[in-house]
């Protein structure tokens, strides 16, 4: 088997082996020549700037090698050290590895003793998560290893820890491993404000930044580095992705469908191509869509070939089982979603197939770069798209992967949660001076802007939780000592911290608890088969057939906090919908789907059917030019109907349309509802829209004024249910909520009760509190996707085209499908309960 | 008196409700209120729960007392009650009338002025509150009713609790509506939570067990300006 790190030399040998001489210790050169390899010229440049002093960003494709690169300036470094004499002090860890997933520091633990062994360096490597045993942890404490794998939420723990600056007094490096992934989140910006802590410890710390192909490197080099001065930055060096993927997009000889999301066409030619490859890793973007798959799948599988499936909701041990089984090579074809999307490589695989669009080119050649870890060959896959828009939005996927483009979220400012719970860890680790932690977090990239003022309040919500109402002086959890210090008021305090220790907030979530059939609720101690979402469990009856972990469960009820569930059967299965792991398109790719749709010239690389599907759009109603933004209005039974194309991703459309229809209530246009999808957004309204806006009441511009983003929003956004959502978040990060308490696991539901309490007291007594403005900010980014939909509509003033029609148009019809699908989310919950007394009213004859 | 007129407009004779042959209007601000007696009952306040976590370490806005006796003002303000019964749980815990910050109390004061007011004793507070007037019982009986903080497992006519904070849900068109209610059966009422940070627990619950005859169970789910009764065919558990 090819090791994953190390290629034979294909660039430059002679300048390689010439470097590799002056950089690398003896041990090293022989054992590269044992094997018959030479050093990569990126992981020789990148040791060189690392012994002049340098933090490095190295950015390269898969296989490139990244991993040995990282490490060969703290293994070469550790070589050279001299052996600890007996009764010498332990020293302590030399350098810390960071990566987003447990797994993933695992996967390195094992690839990284081999090249040590052979080498023959004293060296010790050990993992630690929130797996590892209490006793190893304390251990690791008194005696470090030279080199500790860990994970964010792991460091924010040891920063908390009153032995902190010695036990990091050692440090030379940080490595931190699939940085693209890490900053985009929270998880980052408390990574982030780890590492200025780290920093302040120990001030010649150098970074390694090991990341994917991005679209703007220099904010991960700034990342890197402490901002003073402002915009300073780590070196950089790019490798060029390697051999060039063989991606094609299934030309079916099916009839691709209008809309949905199964891509059920194509399985049987998808059930071909698993037939002719040893392995096929399926990649769908929903758990949805991956246990409808595998369910349809098996139904072809007439050849009972071994095909498994993998999501995040499924029980742990049965995911460990099938990645065992992948490692094995003893699987010809696994379903996923994005939990195996990061850079573990299991088995031998060697066709990705993409089910569905893959909605950012980032996350594509991600995937792709799945399929073989060698990047001298080429990687191969197959995209299938679902649906017709789905077919441009993989063709310009595809275009984008050649291109060399990449997309990531753009990176935002340090949320004020975060910020909240790492005051309270510095605390925890022992006693501040408040000017000079304000200037430690200000030299974390994502909190270079932040105002004294800002911070000052964090420090009071931190203290007192920061209202106005000084109500809570004697609970204070930190409090100032006469020197100044801020000082954790009570050991208990610390304690609290520890359980309540990172920036991800699951769902509510319920355990599907199996029991056998006829016992109804009754029937107790089943096995757990996963989670499932607490919102969809509610919306099922007793009764009810859904799909879950390939199997048909019948739904029995819900007791306590798990959903009981039997065998089940039938026709009318239902598919869980789950709120996280939808996607929306990327801003780049939308902006190559809207390039595609206006260039004619364009449609060759597309299936004849969907070349055909635009051909007749252009011919019954107008194709927008790119930048413009088309929207039709027509009749349809006794409604008034208007789309509109902006190609900004569902979220944005969600809150395009509540916006919409808010506008058009007071234009008395008697908006119904709405529906929206990745590519458009239908809304529908007794009165006749195109009518009013013919006489600018208001006009079609009017309506689409980037103003709705003032008031309008905010008086939505008071009401929304998302809203709520996001704060129950910031809550628990805050550290305001307890994830936990010392022995007991609050339940989800709990939580959400409690905060949604909460919220609706704070907003109404003190709606600028700062726990509610890092809400907002969180919402107006996230669910909502405000950012983009205002670019969206300050990009189309003055260049929308109305377009009125007597009929349908052929580009429209995958919208309306959706229409009766997908609930229309208002706010009328009050409706629902008139309805229900209702019904009683006319059973009981008095209606 | 013009607090007369305002009740005359409050009240509808449809939307009363029997209650062991006395009527009440379940309002859906979350209170019960006896016309023919000028009685208002009210549930749960769990006034002071904020400051109550706070202690532990919490920091939840300290607004609830505040927003919970706002409420509160307004629902006598409009039926003017003779009587008021503070249905057990008023305070989150015993020290919670001590710390209730002096503005509260003396909003609190201004309600129970000119009125026979009774604390009935909960099981988060069993003993009076400090410093605050009005008679503190461990139950009340009224006329053909029984005011007693927790539902007793016998059945008994007429018995007006609280303590279990009921609340019911539906489903409809594929959507799922949870709200704080009412919970009877025409022979005893269980109150739904009044204060801000009270949750609730749903009246399908084992904890109800054998409290109603499901037959005439009728959950008065809290709507945004009225109750919606809900026949419990209809409820579902969660």
């Known amino acids: ?847 | 008196m013009n607090f007369s007129l305002s009740r005359a407009t409050l009240i509808a004779e449809a939307d009363l409700v029997g209650i062991a042959g006395e009527r009440a209007v379940c309002d859906w601000r979350g209170v019960l209120y006896f016309p023919d007696l000028r009685l208002l009952a009210v549930s749960d306040l769990h006034l002071e729960k904020g400051s109550s976590f706070a202690r532990r370490g919490a920091l939840i806005p300290p607004y609830d007392t505040g927003a919970t006796l706002l409420r509160l003002q307004a629902v006598i303000a409009d039926y003017q009650p003779q009587i008021v019964v503070s249905l057990g749980d008023s305070f989150h815990d015993g020290g919670g009338a001590e710390r209730m910050h002096v503005s509260f109390r003396e909003r609190l004061e201004a309600m129970m002025a000119g009125r026979d007011w009774f604390w009935v004793a909960g099981n988060h507070d069993p003993e009076a509150p400090a410093d605050l007037p009005g008679e503190t019982v461990k139950e009340l009986a009224i006329g053909s009713l029984l005011f007693r903080h927790e539902p007793s497992k016998l059945r008994v006519e007429g018995e007006i609790a609280g303590h279990l904070h009921p609340c019911a849900r539906i489903v409809q068109r594929g959507r799922s509506v949870r709200r704080r209610c009412f919970a009877g059966d025409g022979g005893r009422m269980i109150m739904p939570a009044f204060g801000a940070y009270t949750g609730s627990l749903n009246v399908l619950d084992r904890a109800y067990a054998g409290l109603f005859r499901l037959e005439t169970l009728v959950a008065y789910m809290l709507g945004a300006e009225r109750i919606f009764a809900i026949s419990s065919s209809m409820l579902r558990p969660g």
């Open chain 1, 1 to 847: 088997m090819p090791s994953r790190y190390l290629l034979r030399v294909t660039e430059q040998p002679r300048l390689a082996e010439q470097n590799a001489a002056v950089l690398l210790p003896e041990p090293f050169v022989k054992w590269f020549a044992a094997k018959g390899w030479s050093p990569r010229v990126h992981q020789l440049e990148l040791l060189a700037k690392a012994q002049a002093g340098q933090s490095v960003l190295l950015i390269a494709p898969t296989g490139a090698g990244k991993t040995l690169a990282g490490f060969l300036p703290s293994l070469t470094e550790l070589a050279k050290r001299p052996r600890r004499k007996p009764g010498e002090a332990h020293r302590g860890i030399h350098t810390l590895y960071i990566s987003p997933l447990k797994a993933l520091a695992v996967d390195i633990e094992r690839n990284l003793g081999k090249p040590v062994e052979e080498i023959g360096l004293p060296v010790t490597i050990e993992t630690r998560t929130g797996d590892t045993p209490s006793h190893k942890r304390q251990r690791q404490k008194l005696v470090p290893p030279d080199i500790l794998l860990t994970t964010p939420e792991q460091l924010a723990l040891l920063i908390a820890g009153n032995d902190a600056k010695r036990f990091f007094a050692d440090l030379r490096y940080v490595v931190l491993d699939e940085l693209h992934s890490l900053v985009t989140s929270k998880r980052g910006h408390l990574l982030a404000l780890g590492l200025a802590r780290l920093r302040a410890f120990v001030p010649k710390l150098q970074t390694i930044g090991l990341s994917a192909t991005v679209a703007e490197p220099d904010e991960l080099r700034r990342w890197l580095v402490a901002q003073n001065p402002p915009g300073d930055m780590a070196g950089l060096i790019t490798v060029a992705g390697g051999a060039k993927p063989e991606i094609s997009i299934l030309d079916s000889r099916e009839r691709v469908p209008w809309s949905g999301h199964s891509a059920r066409y194509a399985i049987s030619e998808i059930y071909e191509a698993i037939k002719e490859h040893r392995t096929t890793l399926l990649f769908v973007n929903t758990r949805s869509q991956a246990e409808l798959f595998f369910q349809e799948l098996w139904r072809a599988n007439e050849d009972s070939l071994p095909i498994a499936l993998h999501h995040g909701s499924l029980d742990v041990g049965q995911r460990r089982r099938v990645e065992k089984a992948m490692a094995d090579n003893a699987l010809r074809a696994i379903v996923a979603t994005s939990t195996l999307d990061l850079g573990i490589d299991w088995g031998d695989v060697d066709l990705v197939v993409h089910v569905g669009a893959p909605k950012g080119a980032s996350r594509l050649a991600q995937r792709i770069g799945r399929a073989n870890h060698r990047m001298d060959e080429p990687s191969k896959a197959i995209l299938i798209p679902a649906n017709r828009f789905e077919v441009l939005e993989c063709r310009a996927a595809l275009d984008a992967n050649y291109l060399g483009a990449q997309d990531t979220p753009p990176l935002v400012k340090g949320a004020l949660d975060v910020l909240s719970q790492h005051v309270l860890g510095v605390a925890c680790g022992g006693p501040f001076d408040a000017d000079l932690l304000f200037e430690e977090v200000r030299s974390a990239a994502p909190y270079a802007a932040l105002e004294r003022e800002t911070f000052d309040r964090v420090i009071d919500f931190v203290a007192t939780g920061g209202y106005a109402l000084k109500n809570y002086e004697r609970y204070a959890r930190i409090r100032r000592t006469k020197e100044g210090l801020w000082r954790v008021s009570h050991p208990s305090v610390a304690q609290q911290y520890r359980l309540n220790v990172g920036t991800i907030v699951e769902m509510p979530e319920l355990n599907i608890r199996y029991v056998r059939q006829g016992r109804g609720m009754a029937g107790r101690g089943g096995p757990v088969l996963g989670k499932i979402e607490e919102y969809f469990a509610e919306t099922l009856r007793p009764g009810d057939n859904f799909l879950f972990a390939g199997k048909v469960l019948r739904f029995e009820g819900i007791r306590e906090n798990e959903c009981v569930v039997s065998n089940g059967a039938g026709a009318n299965i239902i598919v869980p919908s789950y709120a996280g792991g939808k996607f929306p398109l990327s801003t780049y790719l939308a902006e190559q789907v809207r390039g595609m749709l206006a260039d004619s010239d364009r449609w060759r690389a597309l299936p004849e059917q969907v070349a055909d599907w635009l051909r007749l759009q252009k011919e019954k109603s107008v194709l927008p030019k790119r930048g413009d933004l088309l929207v039709e209005t027509f009749p349809r039974g006794n409604r008034h109907y208007m789309v509109a194309y902006p190609f900004e991703g569902r979220l944005a459309h969600q809150t395009l349309g509540m916006l919409l229809t808010r506008r058009l209530e007071r234009a008395h246009a008697r908006p119904l509802g709405f529906v929206a999808t990745d590519y458009s957004l239908a809304v529908w309204a007794l009165d006749d829209m195109a009518a009013l806006f013919k006489a600018k009441k208001p006009s079609l511009a009017a309506l689409f004024d980037e103003d709705m983003l003032g008031d309008d929003l905010e008086a939505w956004l008071n009401d929304s249910w998302m809203l709520k959502r996001t704060f129950r978040t910031c809550a628990v990060i805050a550290g305001l909520i307890e994830k936990r308490y010392p022995g007991q696991e609050k339940s989800g539901r709990q939580v959400t009760v409690s905060a949604d309490l909460i919220y609706d007291v704070l907003r109404s007594h003190e709606p600028d509190h700062i726990l509610l403005q890092a809400t907002r900010t969180d919402a107006s980014a996230g669910l909502l996707d405000v950012s983009r939909l205002g670019e969206m509509l300050s990009r189309v003033r003055g260049r929308i085209m109305h377009k009125h029609l007597d009929q349908i148009s052929p580009l429209a019809v995958p919208v309306m499908l959706e229409i009766g699908k997908e609930s229309v989310n208002g706010g009328a919950n009050d409706t629902l309960l008139m309805e229900a007394a209702d019904l009683v009213e006319e059973a009981m004859g008095r209606g």
